[in-house]
Every structure is written in structure tokens, then in C-alpha cells.
């Protein structure tokens, strides 16, 4: 049953033509009169409405009540897949979530598994070479995509209703029976290679990845991959097949089917596209658990570059789960820095003292271990310090006393009020089950994220900031050139050199820049 969910209050004003200022009923144009019904008479000529905005604020609406679509979950084959009917268009979206990622395997394996999904598209199939399998979709009209992540995979397709069939049969032979054919797995490797040299000229991606670096230490999520790593044996046919053997079998699988096919029409398909996949063999390795690093400090990776990307973050506390802690640190986010404009952190960094052209907060949650909380922007090198000052400022006033009523009513709002755009498609509501399942949350968890927001007091903000926003374990990496920066990163910790492979080391005389001018 579809439930629904009361938005805030909004007045609708529609200016027509019969209610302008100075106009009577009777100048209105032909159709419905101003003050008249479908079934009664008219008004008088000579009758005079209320006009302007003493008229307007007496306006009153019912609550607007909005009834999401949902999708219905079904088990075939054991497998769980979500379905949801939309005849809009002739067309279908089929989606499959694959568990099993880089995460799960050991460093040696990070190559292959983060070369699979693209070879998986771009090798063929055992029965057909890569132009044959392009030239089978071109002939189908249908596209399809496939992505992967730290804990699994991804592949969608997107097709014609009168060929479904085939689109079907092709995505399966790609997922079931993949070629990995050997052009396409050196072309991967090349492409990797020019990647992994060109990151030290993209200063911000280089702050994020060498940030988890630094954070996460030997973990997959601080992995990053090296040259040296790119080789024969680890993209070898014998390795690709194992690990796609260990994490492409029906126990792994989610499944979602969005658009123009009936739940009857659609069992029947999905029954024959799962009956081709092996049964797991294997039990997947677990995820390691990370051991964040705590503690403050300042590590430098010089870049002659115009602008420092400035990061500051350390151990968040709160992991993705249906708990008071969670519900308010995703308010207390959007107050800090998640909420754009209105934010503290936009507020302060660029409008009131135009240190940067913007700056935004992170408080990331995953579902097994705690993530990361802090604040990300970009300045002119000679302003970095006092960028850096600011945010722990800014961090400090948080901590300090509980939101204001308003700001916390607004960042609620900000979030049911996105909440329509959840639902544009029938594919974008299939793809959040399948998501949500894959995290294992509870069903119907974005109604409950919903509901359980509403709820939060400025109170519980200050409770989760006081207990899981500390400055004092916060590392500060610093992408830019440290001969520009002013003196005074010292009081924040230890200065380290960090150099584009992670590795570091006190750096006890750094070559600061001069000193701001007073005032």
C-alpha cells in the first residue's frame, strides 16, 4: 500500500486576469467567473473580490499529500529482484547488482577486479568477438552499462519492449560467459596506466585519493593503484576468470525491472535469465574492517598550482543505520557545509570573508564501519592558513551551542523537499530498493529516513556534534605551493612532506611565504 507523505506547507499564489486591482467580475474573460462555480450563477457585474495581499494571505489549501510509486519485491530462483510497471514508453530498464568487489580481495587482486566490469563490456563473449557483441546492441537499439565499486558491480540495460528477449540473452551472455578478450584487456591496461600518471595534475581528485591514503592506511578504500601494478600476471585470463568465478554466481545477484512489462510477463524472462547463472562455489572473503588514522597534523603535497585544495577531516562516529545519532548527523551535515548556500561553511568562507569560491562539509556514513567527518574547499595559496583557521573555527562555534530553530526547520525541509526528485523515473525508484537491500537497511527505509529527520531537535544536533565532531583528531592535507602559504600551519600539529605515492616525513623547515600584512 502506497503512503504518503505531507510536504511543509507551501501557499500556491495564481494572479488571474478578473483579479488584478481595479478590475470587476464582469471584465473577466468568457469561461468560469471569478467567484462563480460550474453549477451555480454567476456573480453580479458590479460585485467586488478582494484583491491584493491581505486577500492572498486569507487563502487557504489542504496539506499537499504526495503518494510515492513503489516497486514490488519478488524471489526468483532465490534471488531478489524488484519490479515496477511503467508503460509510458515501449520500453524496459533491467538492472543487476553483482556483491563482490575490489574490497573483498587482496591487494594483488585490485587490478583485475577493478579492470572486470570494463572487460566484461568491452571483451566479448565466449561465442562472440567485441565488434559482434557492438554490432548485436546497435542492431537491438538497446544500451547497455556496467560500473563497479569498493563491495560489488553493477550492469543495466536499457531496450525496446519488442526486443527485450534478445537484449536480455545478450546481457546475459556478457555477465555469464564474458570473453576477456586480449586486445580489449591491453587496451584496459594502457588506459589505466595514462590515468594513473595524469592524477598528479588533477589537484583536487589527488587530495581526495591521497586524503583516504593517509586515512584508511592499507585498506581498500586508501588503495591506489600504481604503475608498477598494471602488469601481464595481474590482468591474466587465469585471474580475471577466478575472480569473476567467485563473484558472478546467483547467490550474488539483486535484480530490478522498471518500465513497459507486467509483473506476469516479466517472471517469466527473469526466470530464464537467472537459470543460466552457476550457483556460488565460493563464499566471498570478508571486508576488512579499517583502522582510521586519529590525531591531528598537516601533511603538504606541494603542486605548483594557483589554488590549495584544502581537506580536513577525521573519524565521523556514525555509521549508515536506523538510530537517533544517524538521523541527526544528516541534519547537522547539511548545517554545516552539505546545504549549499545557506550552509556555515559557504557562509563564512566565501560570502563573509571571500576566501574561496566555495566550501562544503562531508560526514560520510557507511553501513559496517564509521566514516569521515570534516570540510573541503580551495583558496589562494597565501590565504591557506587562514582558510585552515576558519574551518576549525567554524568546527569550534558547532560545537560550541546547538543550532538555531530555524536553521535546523530549513535543512529538514531542504531534504523532503528533494524528496520528490527520488521518484522521477521508475528506474530511479527500482534502483534505491535494490541499493538499499544491497546495504541491507530495513524496507521502506527512505519513507523511515524521512519521518525519522522531521523528528530531529536542535538538541540532538549538538549531542552527535559534541560527541563526534572533534578538531583535535582531525588530519589536514594541504595539495599546493607551500612557498606561498603564510607561517602558522605549526600550531595545528607535526607538518609532514607527503610526496604523490603516499609516502611522507616530518618536514621541520617548510619554506613559508611571508607573513600577512596586519589588519
Known sequence: MNRSIRWPSVVLVVLLGGCLPGMRSGSAPDGLQPGASASGPPAAADTLFPVGRAAVETLTFPPLVFSPPEATEHDVLGVPVFHLEDDTFPLVDFFVQIRGGVSHFHRSDAPAMTALSSLIRTGGTESMEPDTVEARLDLLAAQVGFGSGGGGSYASLNALTPTLDDAMELLRELLVNPGFDDAAVEVWADQERERLRRRVEDPGSLAFSEFNRLVFGNHPVGWVLTDAEITEDALSRERLKRLHEMTHCRENLIVGVAGDLSWPDAEPRI?????????????????????????????????????????????????????????????????????????????????????????????????RYEGLVGAVTATRPERTVEAVELLFEIFGEFRDAPPEAEEVQRAVEQAVNGYVFAFESAGQVVNRRMSDRAMELPDRWFERYLEEIQRVTPEDIHAVVERHLDPSAMVILLVGDPERFAPGLERFGPIHLLSADGSYERWDSPPWGPSPPEG
Not at 556460488?280 to 598550482?305: A, D, F, K, N, S
Open 271 to 367: 526466470h530464464a535469465f537467472l537459470a543460466a547463472w552457476p550457483p556460488c562455489m565460493h563464499p566471498l572473503p570478508p571486508t576488512p574492517l579499517p583502522e582510521l588514522r586519529r590525531g591531528g597534523g598537516v601533511w603538504i603535497l606541494p603542486r605548483p598550482v594557483e589554488q590549495t585544495t584544502v581537506v580536513v577531516a577525521g573519524p565521523g562516529g556514525i555509521r549508515q543505520e536506523d538510530s537517533p545519532e544517524y538521523f541527526a548527523s544528516r541534519i547537522a551535515n547539511t548545517i554545516l557545509g552539505a546545504g549549499g548556500f545557506t550552509s556555515r561553511l559557504f557562509q563564512r568562507v566565501r560570502t563573509e570573508r571571500g576566501l574561496a569560491y566555495g566550501a562544503s562539509s562531508v560526514w560520510t556514513t557507511p553501513s
